[in-house]
């Protein structure tokens, strides 16, 4: 993990995040009712990503990470949050930045995230401070040919979680073993979204 390759936006003297997508309330990515972001902007490119939209880092929304976060503490009924992306720790600063204003706020959510890169490149890197705010880390570039129906919360078996805290403890067969749940949204009037961790694609499907 390079600190050269971490990006992050200033303008106005406010940090902003570039995002794909928000959804403020899903059950399909950890347990209870969680607010879900997707950072834009990922520099790998696994074999048969299940984002290729969020690749880019000239495409996605800009938002300030105090309206995010103000927007997050607003939303009633939520236990937690999730990160995805695209790869979200291509914007750590900013996201340590929003992690700790939600945190002032509602300390009660529990925050989960996954990245490509693995815990000991993070820890290596000057980008480690935000493990402070994360209570599960799922690590590990997404192998296609990993990618079994039957391994929880992860997009491929190699991918490890991490419990950085007890707080997703009790939920951990759920979250390690436990059946994938898959939501589907509409963005906008003519997008739609699909929620959850994917199930690899049969040889037909594939392109």
Not at 14 to 22: A, N, R, T
Not at 111 to 131: A, H, P, Q
Not at 152 to 157: A, I, K, M, T
Request: aromatic content about 8%.
């Amino acid at each position: 993990m390079q600190a050269h390759l971490i990006i992050w936006i200033y303008d106005n003297g406010f940090m902003k995040l570039k995002v794909g997508y928000i959804i403020d309330g899903t059950k399909a990515l950890g347990p209870g009712l969680r607010f879900a972001i997707w950072t834009q902007g990922c520099l790998r490119r696994c074999y048969r990503c299940t984002s290729p939209e969020l690749q880019p880092l000239d495409k996605g929304k800009i938002i300030d990470v105090v309206t995010l976060s103000n927007h997050i503490c607003a939303t009633n009924g939520i236990s937690g949050i999730t990160i995805s992306g695209g790869e979200p720790l291509l914007q750590a600063e900013p996201l340590k930045e929003l992690l700790s204003l939600v945190v002032c706020r509602r300390p009660s959510l529990n925050v989960i995230l996954f990245t490509g890169y693995n815990l000991c490149d993070i820890k290596n890197s000057g980008e480690c401070g935000i493990l402070d705010y994360i209570d599960l880390l799922i690590d590990g570039k997404y192998i296609d040919e990993q990618n079994s129906s039957e391994i929880g919360l992860r997009g491929s078996s190699n991918q490890k979680f991490h419990f950085l805290t007890n707080r997703l403890l009790p939920y951990i067969e759920e979250i390690t073993t436990g059946p994938r749940k898959r939501e589907m949204r509409m963005i906008g009037e003519y997008e739609m979204l699909t929620i959850g961790i994917p199930p690899r694609r049969k040889s037909q499907e594939m392109v």
